[in-house]
């Protein structure tokens, strides 16, 4: 089992950046595939970008590529999310997940975080 903090999130201004992270808990970091997904008021959790184990691959929504970026560190059981360029419309409660699968669906992933608040300014 693996147990997921998140922090990063905060209140910025449209047009800057912010990374997220995700700290793991665990020895067994590097066997999970890790996952950013974020959630609207009302509405189900949103796919961000996924990593692989070992961090060769990543997929990314297709309206996200390009802004937002995912990476890891097994060596520090962390994951990240860099998000530049943001918009008010990322507004959102973001939260990290793992699995030992490689997935785009939230019912891929069995572990997820307690999520953090990003909130972007016009």
């Known amino acids: 089992q693996v147990q997921l903090v998140e922090s990063g999130g905060g209140l910025v201004q449209a047009g800057g950046s912010l990374r997220l992270s995700c700290a793991a808990s665990?020895?067994?970091?590097?066997?999970?595939?890790m996952a950013w997904f974020r959630q609207y008021p009302g509405k189900e959790r949103e796919f961000i970008a996924c990593i692989s184990w070992s961090g060769d691959s990543t997929r990314y929504s297709y309206s996200l590529k390009g802004r937002f970026t995912i990476s890891r560190d097994n060596a520090r059981n962390t994951v990240y999310l860099q998000m530049n360029s943001l918009k008010p419309e990322d507004t959102a409660v973001y939260y990290c997940a793992a699995s030992k699968e490689y997935g785009l669906r939230g019912t891929d992933y069995p572990y997820w975080g307690q999520g953090t608040q990003v909130t972007v300014s016009s």
């Open positions: 665990g020895r067994t970091f590097s066997s999970y595939a």
